[in-house]
Each structure stands twice: as structure tokens, then as C-alpha cells.
């Protein structure tokens, strides 16, 4: 009789590796357990689409782009660049120096006013912005027997001014406040900085990713062939500066620094009563779905009325003074003392030579060509309107290539 094989139960090992001899289509693989996302992988996942862009553009995301994702990107980067705990996150990743000058450790000689301070690499006046070209030993700028175009002469400060903790900082902190709000509710607006003409007593910057307001402007003095002047200058962190005027114009110019536009509803209408009031200025953006008309870029329509302005616009779709649509509300201006003839006088001999001509066929076939309309970004509108009621755009025009103000 042939002896019994006594029964051996298999290993789990060994079933395992049986089934797998068997799986033909890999079911039994092992895969890596997926890592969660955390807020910081998110973070810098997103700040990896605005590093994405400057592979692809060779420059910055900017609110005046092309299409909804760039300006999407250019805000996004402008809330990292106000928060000092994401910028300490992204710095690893920050391979085009988009934060490098953005950093809550402030010392006593800032980065920022090293930024400032430091002469230009490139004779041109230009700023590499994306370390392209810093390499050692580099020659790309030795230029010879070759004139460069005209670029921005940025003036270097021959002193470095030194940053303090401000003592009465509690006096602007609910402006600081108040300024962010505003921007948040649209009320204000975030444009790139001009010229340094924008620079008074009152006005909001960003300079490296921090707000700062000018608190007090000092008395002229001539440097260099230049007038200048000494600011106090609040930074929205509790520190103060006592730099001079052209050295923060040097640091937004440099940086690509931001200017902080002031509330759209205009400066002063509290102490205007009703009796001083002489009128109304505003400014409209017309909703229109007429291809031709939006590709016109910073389309607005600048008036003066005795009325309230949404009586005069309620019929606005019939009107053909309006483009025969809805328009929106920009901004509106009280203003005492200005006669209509007199502004529309100074507005067309500002603004005239940038004023859009346009032929719109209204309820009764008729052709009508509306004036008012103007291609002027909003930011030197907002700019000349504030200088109507205050005299001073006597002397300015407007400078279209630039598209700023400029002395005459």
C-alpha cells in the first residue's frame, strides 16, 4: 500500500506569489499610498502656475494682459507678496526672485531700501528681472559705439535712509485698515506706478509687497539739479521711513512697485454741502456687446451733470450718447465752482487728442456720433479730475505713448 502524503497546508507567502503567477492584468500590484494635500502643497502648487507663466512669457503676470488667467495670476501674486508667512513657504520655489525682495525680516538698512539703493547692473537702465542674464563674468551690457534707446533714468539717493518703529503708528493703523477694505469692496483701486508726481501727502504705494503711506511731505530742495523733498513715510508693519521723494519714485520705478488709487468716490465730497455744489463729474464704462467697441482698450465716457447721474442714465440703452447700452458707474466727483463749460473746455483740451470717435445708428436710423468717450486708463483720469478741482492741470497734458500726465 502506497503511504498517504500528509497534507501541508500552504504559507500565505507562498498563495501570494501563486496569485500573482496568475495575474495577468497586475490587480495584486502594490501602489504607493497617495500623500494628502496640505495647505502648503497647495500653496506652492499654485505658485508653481505664475513660475509656469514666466517660463512661458519671459515676464510677470500684469493686471493689463491678455484675458482673465493672466490677471488672475497678477492678483494672485500680488496677495503672496502681502503675506509674509506665504512668501517664507515659497521662497525655495521662488526661482525668478518674484519675493526675493518681499520679507517680513526687516532690519534697520531694509532690503527694500537696498533695492533702492543699489546702481542699476545694466547701463541700459534695464532691470533683469528674472536673472537671466546674471551669470559670472558676464559682458552682455560692455556696449560700444551702440546709443541706447531712451529708457527711464532711475536717480540713486547718495544716503540710505534708515527705517524706525514709529511711535504714533496707532493713529495710522486704521487707515491701513480702512484702505484694505476699500480695495477688497472695489472702492479702491491697485494700478502700476507712473510717475512720481503721484507722490503726495495722503497717497497709498506698495513697495515690495508692503503698503505704505505717505504721511508728510517736507520742504523742496534742490539735489542734484532736482527738486526733491524729505517724506515721512508710514509702512503698514509699525515702521516708518524719512526717505527722500525721488528715492521711494526709484524704489516702486525699480521694484514695479504699485500705486494704491484713492476711495472712487472723490476726495473731499463731505465738506461740499449742497448749497457750494455746482455739479457732478463722473465716469462710465459702457457695458455694450459690440465687438468693435470692446476691443477698444480703457473705453470711458467722462461728463459733467447738475443732475443726479443715475437719473441721467436710467434710459441709457436708447441713448445713443451712451453707445446705445447699460453703462456702469466708475466714479463720480462732487464739485463746487466749476462751470460745465469750463470742463468740458479743460477735459478736451487734455484729453482731446485720445477721444474716441464713433458713429452709433439710435432708435431711428439716424447716425449719431457721441463725444465724451475717451481711451485713457482710469488710474490718469482719476489723476486729472482731482487736479480740475484743484487748479494744477494748467499745467499738464497728457502724454499717450506713456499714457501718463506730464508737465508742459
Not at 77 to 90: F, G
Not at 223 to 242: H, M, T, V, Y
Not at 299 to 317: C, E, M, Q, Y
Amino acid at each position: 500500500m502506497s503511504e498517504k502524503k500528509k497534507y501541508v497546508p500552504k504559507t500565505k507567502k507562498a498563495v501570494l506569489a501563486e496569485l500573482k503567477g496568475l495575474d495577468r492584468f497586475n490587480l495584486l500590484a502594490v501602489r504607493p499610498k497617495e500623500k494628502q494635500a496640505t495647505p502648503d502643497s497647495i500653496l506652492v502648487s499654485r505658485f508653481e502656475e505664475i513660475n509656469s507663466f514666466v517660463d512661458e512669457h519671459k515676464r510677470i503676470p500684469s493686471d493689463k494682459g491678455n484675458g482673465p488667467i493672466e490677471f488672475q495670476l497678477f492678483n494672485r501674486l500680488l496677495e503672496i507678496q502681502l503675506d509674509p508667512s506665504k512668501i517664507k513657504v515659497l521662497l525655495p520655489y521662488d526661482r525668478y526672485g518674484l519675493l526675493r525682495h518681499v520679507t517680513s525680516d526687516i532690519t534697520e538698512e531694509t532690503k527694500m531700501e537696498k533695492a533702492v539703493e543699489e546702481p542699476p547692473k545694466s547701463k541700459l537702465g534695464l532691470a533683469d528681472k528674472f536673472n537671466l542674464l546674471k551669470t559670472p563674468g558676464s559682458s552682455i551690457f560692455d556696449l560700444r559705439n551702440v546709443k541706447a534707446k531712451e529708457e527711464r533714468t532711475l536717480e540713486m539717493p547718495d544716503e540710505i535712509a534708515k527705517r524706525e518703529k514709529c511711535k504714533d503708528f496707532g493713529k495710522f493703523e486704521p487707515l491701513f485698515r480702512k484702505c484694505q477694505k476699500e480695495i477688497e469692496s472695489g472702492d479702491r483701486a491697485v494700478v502700476k506706478f507712473r510717475d512720481e508726481q503721484d507722490i503726495k501727502k495722503g497717497g497709498f504705494f506698495i513697495l515690495n509687497g508692503i503698503k505704505c503711506y505717505v504721511a508728510e511731505v517736507g520742504a523742496k530742495e534742490i539735489r542734484k539739479d532736482k527738486n526733491n523733498a524729505r517724506l515721512r513715510l508710514i509702512f503698514e508693519n509699525g515702521l516708518e521711513s524719512n526717505m527722500y521723494l525721488r528715492s521711494l519714485a526709484t524704489g516702486l520705478y525699480k521694484t514695479e512697485g504699485r500705486r494704491i488709487l484713492s476711495s472712487r468716490i472723490g476726495e473731499g465730497e463731505l465738506e461740499i454741502n449742497d448749497k457750494e455744489l455746482t455739479g457732478l463729474i463722473y465716469v462710465l464704462a459702457s457695458k455694450t456687446t459690440d465687438p468693435a467697441i470692446m476691443a477698444i482698450p480703457n473705453l470711458f465716457k467722462i461728463g459733467f451733470s447738475t443732475t443726479p447721474v443715475a437719473d441721467r442714465i436710467k434710459n441709457a440703452k436708447n441713448d445713443p450718447t451712451y453707445l446705445m447700452a447699460e453703462v456702469q458707474v466708475v466714479a463720480t466727483y462732487k464739485v463746487a465752482g466749476i462751470k460745465p463749460t469750463y470742463f468740458e473746455n479743460i477735459i478736451h483740451k487734455v484729453f482731446g487728442h485720445v477721444q474716441v470717435k464713433l458713429d452709433i445708428v439710435d432708435l431711428s436710423k439716424k447716425l449719431v456720433s457721441p463725444k465724451e468717450w475717451f481711451s485713457v486708463p482710469y488710474d490718469v483720469i482719476d489723476d486729472a479730475l482731482k487736479m480740475i478741482q484743484t487748479g494744477e492741470i494748467i499745467g499738464y497734458v497728457y502724454d499717450a505713448d506713456n499714457m501718463k500726465l506730464a508737465r508742459k
